[in-house]
């Protein structure tokens, strides 16, 4: 895989948790771009919140970056849905680019933004508060099996970042595990020993995934994804 040229980053984008699910389920997922700098700090970018905490956020998924060219393959494929939130933002991301996508960007992918420098962790899960987002009971599995699903940071140095900054690939330690590769396995064939084996042993990899990986090989098993896809019934209230 050939080094990546500088993209521009277009939006950066933060939001504030709210209720957002059936049972009033906290979400941040409607963020809005900024128009000056913004501070990164090692947990993510001031001003931004993530509403479920043990899922989203952390050391390891401190920013969540989505591809723009994305939304123009969404709303060419699914047409009967609301093109309104087939836009920047609509994703919950707070990075925006054009010029790389799940294919181009490998696990530990070390970059350049503004005054900071940002790790590639792993790629996102997509969970069933994107079937709200779009208004459609499938979204999120249609994202898992699409592969444009975004992919997540650890910030190794704290900085600022503005809109129009461009993003540099500094290292690539991993050239052999593109993005793309490692949703394959994760989805596609998710009981391939040979593949889980590596995946457990890829350092930069987030821990959570690593884990998930050495988890399939001891229990010859694939992990429950219905409550992570489909989304919970509303629950009334014990009175």
Not at 62 to 86: C, D, K, Q, T, V
Not at 129 to 151: C, D, H, I, Y
């Amino acid at each position: 895989m050939s080094a990546l040229p500088p993209v521009c980053v277009s939006h950066l984008l933060i939001g504030r948790a709210v209720a957002y699910g059936p049972n009033g389920e906290p979400s941040a997922i409607d963020k809005h771009p900024v128009a000056g700098p913004l501070a990164l700090h090692i947990t993510g970018f001031a001003g931004d919140q993530q509403g479920d905490t043990r899922h989203h956020g952390g050391l390891d998924k401190a920013i969540h970056h989505y591809p723009a060219e994305h939304y123009r393959a969404w709303r060419n494929a699914l047409p009967e849905l609301s093109g309104e939130r087939f836009s920047v933002g609509g994703f919950g991301e707070n990075i925006s680019t054009r010029g790389i996508t799940e294919q181009d960007v490998c696990v530990g992918d070390i970059f350049a933004l503004g005054s900071a420098t940002l790790q590639v962790t792993q790629a996102r899960q997509p969970c069933w508060k994107l079937n709200l987002r779009f208004g459609s009971p499938l979204m999120a599995r249609q994202v898992q099996e699409s592969g444009r699903t975004g992919w997540y940071y650890r910030v190794l140095e704290e900085g600022t970042i503005s809109p129009g900054d461009l993003l540099r690939l500094r290292e690539r330690p991993l050239p052999d595990w593109p993005l793309a590769k490692l949703l394959h396995y994760l989805y596609s064939e998710p009981l391939n020993r040979g593949a889980l084996g590596t995946i457990a042993g890829l350092t930069p990899l987030a821990l959570s995934w690593r884990e998930l990986a050495e988890r399939r090989l001891s229990s010859g098993q694939v992990e429950p994804w219905t409550r992570r896809l489909e989304t919970p019934a509303h629950t009334p209230p014990i009175e």
